[in-house]
């Protein structure tokens, strides 16, 4: 089983070996990368490792329970990532396409809402601010210097 959080770049077609097979005709890959988003060179994301991998968990589980036929994989990545890299990639495979989008798009939005990573973009000026996980400013645009 691969581990669902790395400091490494996430390797897509890991993730994909992880959920194909012959009965799963239709594959949905989500990939979140590293946007130019203004002054933005990249971003931090750090973890309590055992919380967010339980939750992880969690969320793949439920998908399973949603699609019974449809197998998911997540990876999240940690540490500094810069622009244009992948920070998270999810790969469903299901018998039809339907359900691959589905499932792939049930565990990106509960990903958003529920786990424990937090986001520190890092800004050209050196300052950096903290994001929640909905991609809202955290204290009104707040930035550490």
Known sequence: ??????????????????VQSPERGGTCVFLGTVRNDGDVTGIEYSAYDEMAGTEITRMLDEARERWPEARVALQHRLGLIPLGEASI????????????FAACRYVIEEVKQRLPVWKKELHADGT??????????????????
């Open 1 to 18: 089983m691969m581990n669902p959080l790395t400091r490494d770049p996430i390797s897509v077609e890991s993730l994909m070996r992880v």
């Open 89 to 100: 990639a999810i790969a469903a495979a299901a018998p039809h396409r339907a359900e691959a």
């Open 128 to 145: 950096a601010t903290w994001v929640d996980p909905s991609d809202k400013t955290v204290a009104g645009g707040l930035r550490d210097r």
